[in-house]
Structures are given as C-alpha cells and as structure tokens.
Antibody, heavy 124, light 109 residues
C-alpha cells in the first residue's frame, strides 16, 4: 500500500517561494508506472491540479500556474517536490501530493493515493 | 481548456436517492471519476471509469455517463454520506491535464 506524506513550511511570506516535498513509502517512485501530482485546495473551495511529474523527470503543469511552478523528483530519496514562486495570499491552501497509475495501452487511471494534505499560509 | 460543471449543493433525506451531475462538452466520450471528501480529509475515490466502484465502496454508490452529463447516484443515502463530491477527467486535448469539477456539497437532511 503506497503512502504519501507532504512536508514543508506552513508559513511563507508574500513574493517568496513555496517549497514542499512529498515522501513516498510502500512503493518505489521509480516504478515506471506512476505519475506523481500536486493538487491544492483553498479553504472552502474546490480542488485545483497544479501539475505532475513522471519518474523520468517529464512534467506537465496547469497552464494557469505554469510560469511559477517547478516539480522535480529525487528517486534516491523516493521523494518529489513542488516549488511555487512569487506567492501571494491567493496561494494559501491545503496542498496535496497524489499518485496516478498509467498504462501505455489504457492511459491514465484515477488518482488513487493521496497524502493527508498540508496547509500553507501566505502571510507577512 | 476543458470545463466540468457541478451544482454547488444537493440535499436529500436519509434513505432517499441523491443524484449529483457533472456537465462537460461531450463528457460521454471521456472516463469520469468521482471523489468524496469529508471535512479535514483527503479525497477518496468512490467511482471510477464512469461506473466502477473501488473495493470497499458500498454498492449504494453508482455512476453513469452519456452525452454531456455524467451522474453520481447514491442510493439509500445515510448521514455518513454527507460530504463534498468532485468529478474528474483527463483532458486529452491538453496533454492529459487533470480537470476537476467545482464540487457539490451533499447535505443529508
């Protein structure tokens, strides 16, 4: 059973860079069949997909955030990370890391594993 | 980009049937997944590929998808079903980005 755990600062100042890490346990991040995603949810609002990374390092980002987002993977630590630059109060949210299985014949499966989420507040 | 539209809220009495819709252009041609999210918790998959249920999800949860509307149906609603529900698809027109609906708050009266 794969488990995901987010970690990082809970408070970030405006204009600075938000950095979070997701540690994967119970499976290898290099398995080759999974994509690893970041999703966020402002208080009282819906889910917003931020982007994803494949074990090869290939990334895809939400166009609305693409200019500020970098997702990377560290296979030696079984972790993947999120950096969001030039943050404002609008970036205050619970940030989730999640995983999705991919099959070359049938495509993307639903998001199957989620971290518990971590609240990041942008405030001076 | 692809847009999914859900009603903000649905209310139903215990024991009745709740239907939560998810509208999108020709959504019937896509696989729709549904997640349940209770306060303070991460979302949980309740229906995938339009109408399949993961193990451990009660048979009361079912789904359908045709034309421009996908529907999550919860039969014999219980108090414990009160939650936010989100539909999700992979947008093949934009490199398979994840698209979520805006979410529907299910209230059990």
């Amino acid at each position: 059973q794969v488990q995901l755990q987010e970690s990082g600062p809970g408070l970030v100042k405006p204009s600075q860079t938000l950095s979070l890490t997701c540690t994967v346990s119970g499976g290898s991040i290099s398995s080759g069949s999974y994509y690893w995603s970041w999703i966020r949810q402002p208080a009282g609002k819906g889910l917003e997909w931020i982007g994803r990374i494949y074990t090869s390092g290939s990334t895809n980002y939400n166009p609305s955030l693409k200019s500020r987002v970098t997702i990377s993977v560290d296979t030696s630590k079984n972790q993947f990370s999120l950096k969001l630059s030039s943050v404002t109060a609008a970036d205050t949210a619970v940030y989730y890391c999640a995983s999705t299985y991919y099959d070359i014949l049938t495509g993307f499966y639903p998001i199957d594993y989620w971290g518990q989420g971590t609240l990041v507040t942008v405030s001076s | 980009s692809y847009v999914l539209t859900q009603p903000p809220s649905v209310s139903v009495a215990p024991g009745q049937t709740a239907r939560i819709t998810c509208g999108g252009n020709n959504i019937g041609s896509k696989s729709v997944h549904w997640y349940q999210q209770k306060p303070g918790q991460a979302p949980v998959l309740v229906v995938y590929d339009d109408s399949d249920r993961p193990s451990g999800i009660p048979e009361r949860f079912s789904g359908s998808n045709s034309g421009n509307t996908a529907t999550l149906t919860i039969s014999r609603v219980e108090a414990g079903d009160e939650a936010d529900y989100y539909c999700q698809v992979w947008d093949s027109s934009s490199d398979h980005h994840v698209v979520f609906g805006g979410g529907t708050k299910l209230t059990v009266l």
